[in-house]
Structure formats: C-alpha cells, structure tokens
C-alpha cells in the first residue's frame, strides 16, 4: 500500500496516533507477551508453547519475564499493554482475567490441546456462536487450538485461521498472529465520540427516506444465511455472575456482539483539491490536507461528514429505523454520535465497534470527490456524492470475484489481519481507498470510478460506493449465496 497521507494527518483527520504500527514488523517492534505457567500436562501444548516462544523472538516481541509474577496471585498483575499467553483450562478462581487490570489493556490468548469448536456443516452463524461462546466461558480474546497435525486461530470477529503445521512457524506467527496480537477489538470509549443523545429526528424527511433504503436493505439480506447477525449476551454461558459481569461491561451493556453494518453517508458537497507544495492548513472551519497521488501533490478539502449507521447490538436484518439507526459525524476533527429521541426504556443505543472506520469511509469518500474534480473532472461520483451520499455494506464474509460492481476498484487483500474497531482497520480503510484511485486514474478508469471495495483478512468486506443500500444488496444477493468464507 502507498502511504499517500503522512501518519501525522491520519492523527489530524482521524484521530489515530501517529505512533499506530502498520504492519507486522512494525506491530511485532510494539508487541509485549507474557506465559502463564501451563495449567496441565500436555506435551504437545509444551513444544507449542516453547515454539511460539521461539517464533515470537525471531519476529521481535518484547518477552516479558513475569511468569513468576502471574503464577503469584490476584495481587500480581501483569503490566498494561502486555499480552497474556494463557495454555491450557483453568480453574474458575485462577482465570487468566484475574491477573490483568481489565479486559482493555491485556489482551488474553487462551491456547488448547484440542481440536477448534467448528465443524463442516455448521451454519456460519452457528459457528460464530460456537466460538463467541468459547471465548466467553473462557474470558478470552483469542483462542488457538492445537493439534497433532496443525494450529487453529479463532478471534472475537468470527474469523477463522487454520495452519497445517503442527508447530507456529515464524512466518505466520508474524502475518498472522501479531497482528490479531496488536490490534485489539474494543468498542467506541467514553469520550471518544461528543454525545449527542436524543437529537436524531427520526420523523424528518430526509431520515424516512434513507430509513426505508436501511429496512430494505435488511430485508434482502436476510435470505442470505451467510450473513451473521447477532450472538446474544444473554444466550452464552458463563462460569459465575461475576464473568457475566465482565462480559457485559466490556461490551459496554450492549445486548451482544453484532457483525456487519449498514451505513448511508450523507450528501456532502466539496471543492476541487489544488495543486500545491506546502503542507496542508486549515481555513476557518475546513481542513486542506496535503496527498500525494498519481504524481500530483495535492491540497483536498476535508469537510465535515454525516453518516447515518446501525446502532451496535441490533438485528440488522429486521430493523426498526424509530430504533435501530444512529447518525455518526465527524466535524472539525471531533467525532460525534446522535442517537433517536423517545427510545424504549431498557434498549440501550450504542455505537457501532466500526464507528472509526465508517468515520475513514465517509472522509475518504469526501477526499476522492475532491481529488477527481481536479484530476477527472467528468467523474460521476462527485455529482452523485452531492446528490444521494454513498452506501457502506460490511459483511464478514468475501464476494466472489464476478460480484465486485462495474466502477469499484478492489483493495486490501495484502493487509495484516486486524479486527473491527481497531485504528488500524479505519487506517486501511482511508489509505486503501487513495491507493484504489489511484490505481483507477493511472488505468485510465477514474471517469468511471464509483466506489471501492475494501477486502479486510480474516475479518470481512466493506463495499462502498454510490448504489443505494439496497441496490448493493440486491446485486450482492443476486443468487443468495454470494460469498466464500476464505482463510487468510
């Protein structure tokens, strides 16, 4: 990927620190590990265990020496930041969560002498249960399985990642692993987004409009059994009230783990990008941030965007637009969410774990309108930016290569494979979508370029462009079964 916007505006227009590793050297430079002291005998989760040790040094990892420190009680803590490489079952009161301060700053990899959770046959759906379910009983981030023949990752976003290898090989444990290892899945937090609540007007006509595009949307998808819905907390087992407890305020009260969104950004309307060498500067309330694309150095007008989204925890399938959407925003560099008026008592209204990366959409979005004005300027996706926004459609699984619509250009097979929520995630999405039209323009394609499609490892797909929500479905739906889970 070309790096067409310095790491200092991605903090600028994003909020993602400028320190944020980007690939897997790098993430692997960062990354910290400590060992809990096996829990059972197995001599094939010991040669695991000392093989992934072994791999972890070869990529660079910081080893941290607090075994002795973790196998001490709930009184030694292992350092924030470090992640807990935890083998084997535990008893209920030494679960490796008693030795982090909380689930936010340890990330815990619970590794097993077994064969994974999954099996042919399952529904995709049924799998993500069956994995989230794990992860649950076990207060767990990650789990690897580990067999006579070779190893399987599962991670929180339902992806799942099988080597054939009975041994962690350098390699994948660098591709692969670090990663997962780096870039941790957690929800918006407080004060990351300015709170708006009750202020969406869910009777305005510009929101009924786009409301009936979101429920036909879901509509569509529904017949598609291989898009995964919802796990719900309260279908999962826990070991006692306190994990239940643990779950439910790491979800931030949300009433499950959700996978996918919707997404309709508003009509925005931008100036032509200009031609410059200085760096970029701020107008009043605007933003000229400096890229560098097909040989040009440009000055593109960041304006502030408007995204209506599926709140996080509901049934994307059978929404209820009075309920079920939130208006996300970004202006002056401050993210915002707004939520409706007069909710249900009890229905909690939470922001989607991908709110950063629907954020990087939308501003991408914005930047090549502006880019293509200077640069192409008989481009229809301006026009049709101004005029009707653009759908986002996120699905965990991957389109066959015959559904990518006429005037997306593809992007992000060859990124580490991070999870939803992460800053590297709305990273990709925004230098991934520069880099697309770039590829558009030096192919003589950008007149015709109508959006992108954004291929996330291990995770899913975001497809974004200027159809409709449902106009997207439809075309992806075409047959109701567009899509093939892939490892990575």
């Given at each position: 990927m070309t790096r067409h916007l310095s790491p200092f505006w991605l903090n600028r227009l994003l909020g993602i620190p400028a320190s944020t590793p980007l690939t897997p050297r790098a993430m692997a430079s960062t990354l910290r590990v400590a060992f809990c002291p096996p829990q059972e005998e197995s001599p094939r989760l010991d040669r695991f265990i000392a093989a992934l040790r072994e791999a972890f040094a070869e990529c660079g990892v910081t080893m941290a020496e607090t075994a002795a420190a973790v196998a001490g009680g709930r009184e030694s803590r292992v350092e924030a930041g470090t992640a807990l490489i935890a083998p084997g079952r535990f008893a209920d009161g030494e679960l490796p969560i008693s030795r982090v301060s909380t689930l936010y700053n340890n990330l815990i990899v619970g590794v097993y002498d077994e064969a994974p959770p999954v099996h042919n046959g399952q529904t995709p759906q049924e799998t993500l249960d069956a994995v989230v379910?794990?992860?649950?009983?076990?207060?767990?981030?990650?789990?690897?399985?580990?067999?006579?023949?070779?190893?399987?990752?599962?991670?929180?976003?339902?992806?799942?990642?099988?080597?054939?290898?009975?041994?962690?090989?350098?390699?994948?444990?660098?591709?692969?692993?670090?990663?997962?290892?780096?870039?941790?899945?957690?929800?918006?937090?407080?004060?990351?987004?300015?709170?708006?609540?009750?202020?969406?007007?869910?009777?305005?006509?510009?929101?009924?409009?786009?409301?009936?595009?979101?429920?036909?949307?879901?509509r569509i998808w529904a017949k598609n059994p291989r898009f995964m819905n919802h796990t719900s907390r309260e279908s999962l087992d826990y070991r006692n009230g306190f994990c239940r407890k643990i779950v439910s305020r790491y979800l931030d009260d949300r009433s499950g783990m959700s996978y996918g969104f919707f997404a309709r950004q508003l009509p925005v309307k931008v100036a032509p990008a200009i031609e410059a060498d200085g760096g970029g500067e701020a107008s009043g309330n605007e933003v000229f941030a400096p890229v560098t694309i097909a040989g040009k150095r440009l000055l593109v007008p960041v304006p502030a965007v408007r995204i209506l989204t599926t709140r996080s925890g509901c049934r994307k399938t059978a929404l209820d637009p009075r309920h079920d959407l939130v208006e996300i925003g970004l202006e002056n560099g401050r993210a915002w969410l707004a939520t409706p008026a007069g909710l249900p008592e009890g229905l909690v209204s939470k922001p989607s774990f991908d709110t950063l990366t629907i954020i990087a959409h939308a501003v991408g979005n914005a930047m090549i309108s502006s880019i293509l004005l200077a640069l192409a300027p008989g481009s229809r996706f301006p026009a049709l930016l101004e005029r009707f926004g653009c759908g986002m459609t996120h699905w965990h699984h991957y389109p066959d290569e015959d559904m990518v619509p006429d005037g997306y250009v593809v992007h992000g097979f060859d990124n580490p494979p991070v999870s939803c929520s992460t800053p590297q995630s709305a990273a990709y999405s925004l230098l991934g979508k520069l880099d697309a039209l770039e590829r558009a323009i030096e192919d003589g394609d950008g007149l015709d370029y109508l959006g992108d499609v954004h291929i996330e490892p291990g995770h899913g797909t975001n497809v974004v462009g200027t159809r409709s929500l449902a106009k997207m479905a439809m075309f992806l739906n075409a047959d109701c079964c567009v899509c093939s889970k892939s490892e990575e």
């Open positions: 379910g794990k992860l649950a009983w076990e207060m767990v981030h990650l789990l690897i399985y580990v067999t006579e023949t070779s190893w399987t990752v599962c991670s929180m976003n339902g992806g799942i990642t099988t080597f054939d290898t009975p041994l962690p090989e350098p390699r994948d444990v660098l591709e692969s692993l670090i990663p997962k290892l780096t870039a941790q899945v957690v929800p918006p937090r407080d004060g990351e987004l300015e709170l708006r609540p009750g202020s969406l007007d869910t009777g305005a006509p510009e929101f009924l409009k786009f409301a009936a595009d979101f429920v036909e949307c879901g």
